[in-house]
């Protein structure tokens, strides 16, 4: 399949702007298929990896501030986080030059059933339950997007009896216009206003994910979200609603889950803690109960620790438990986070400002933070919002490992220490896996 696809652009320019993990494996086969490959970047390449290795196959590279310039390419591939809308590009395609994205391409080409899931928080939990439960009802599934894997790549390994189970990004779906088969929309509150212009075009992008879907497609929407809820009048598909609060097609209560009213799994047997990894089952349910038998889904709930980097328990140090939720990067994140745990803890918070509200900190922090260690870019935009809520158990250090260690020495046996961010980590790292594992390591090199 791949190879047939490339060989249309054989001896044709095909463009790429950006050189990371969904580029490079879709610029690497163009190479291979004798396309005349030319990347275009603001930043410098020539300290990357593969630089090297793309230049001597021909590879051209185009960098700097005019990095955009002149596009004449045939094919150009947009990385998620470049605008569809800059005005280089609208011309290049107002000039014949297809404009895509690796994850547009995927959806059009995959010859399987397509499961997209979306959301401001909780998307990579309830893409990875999703997987987990076709996989324990013995299918063969497929799972990436932005969740890391490039499934582009992997294509010609699809055939029309897997599953392919996807994480999108509200900047992944700006450019799609093509929607997955079943679609999952977790919730939706302010994110990404760093980059969207404004709350109304990041909810738009958002419905991107249904709003090319046909009849027959499945529409998995949290009826306990303002917004997700209105996402129902403008489907076409076919919605199902699961809820926290009241009975939906899946629902959650003190009991445990239920569908129909009857109770599929008891809370209790559900090993990752925390209501929103409730709300999180629900939807993963919700999107596959036609293939997944409940005893399927009792055996995932009985053995899923979780994913890294969300709520994972990193070691007990001097009676001091220490978890690891880098995954947090905006209040509503933070606020799932606090909420799984019983009293009240130290947290760690801040990094890059994606211009978000950090208002409902304040409230937040009053009933479950002991004591804040703020720290990054947001520290002081956080540290006003808990002023103004009138929470001063807080202190502002400079540096992430000096905000590790004043955590540490604020806390006594019996607390917990949670790294819960808020924020993104561009600021001080490449992403927040690696904040997540930086904090990981600081921590397990404590001696007692």
Known sequence: MLSEYTERYRNKEVGFV?????????????????????????NDLTASPAYGELASKGVRFICGDDYLEDIKESL????????????????????GTVVTSEMEEFFRLCPCIKIGVTGSDGKTTTTTLIAKLL?????????????????????????????????????????????????????????????????????????????????????????????????????????????GEKPG??????????????????????????????YNYCQ???????????????????????????IEFVRELGGVKYYNSSIDSSP?????????????VIVIAGGYDKHIPYDPLGELFKKKVKFAVLCGATANRIASALESAGFTDYVIVEGFENAVDAARAKAKSGDTVVLSPASASFDMFKNFAERGNVFKEIVNAYKE
């Open 249 to 278: 097609f899946v629902f959650f209560d003190g009991e445990g889950i239920k569908k129909d009213g009857e109770l599929l799994v008891k809370d209790s047997d559900i090993r990752i803690v925390g209501r929103h990894n409730r």
């Open 18 to 42: 950006g050189m990371g993990v969904s580029n490079l494996p879709v610029i690497r086969l163009f190479v291979s298929g004798g396309a005349k490959c030319v990347v275009r970047d603001k």
């Open 135 to 243: 996989e324990a009802a013995g299918k063969r599934v497929f799972l990436g997007g932005n969740i890391g894997v490039n499934l582009f790549a992997e294509l010609d390994s699809i055939t029309a009896d897997d599953f392919a189970v996807v994480e999108i990004s509200s900047f992944q779906l700006m450019k799609l216009d093509i929607s997955p088969d079943i679609a999952v929309v977790t919730n939706v509150a302010p994110n990404h206003l760093d980059w969207h212009r404004g709350m109304d075009e990041y909810i738009a992008a958002k419905a991107n994910i249904f709003r090319f879907q046909k009849p027959g497609s499945i529409l998995v929407l949290n009826a306990d979200n303002d917004v997700t809820r209105t996402f129902a009048k403008q489907a076409r598909s076919r919605v199902r609603f699961i809820s």
């Open 332 to 344: 509503s994140r933070t606020k799932a986070c606090l909420e799984s745990f019983a009293g009240r």
């Open 284 to 310: 993963a349910y919700a999107a596959v109960c036609d293939i997944v038998p409940p005893e399927a889904l009792r055996k995932v709930a009985s053995e899923f620790g979780g994913v890294e980097h969300r």
């Open 76 to 95: 150009l591939f947009l990385s998620p986080a470049v605008r569809p809308d800059i005005p280089q590009i609208t011309e290049a395609k107002r000039a």
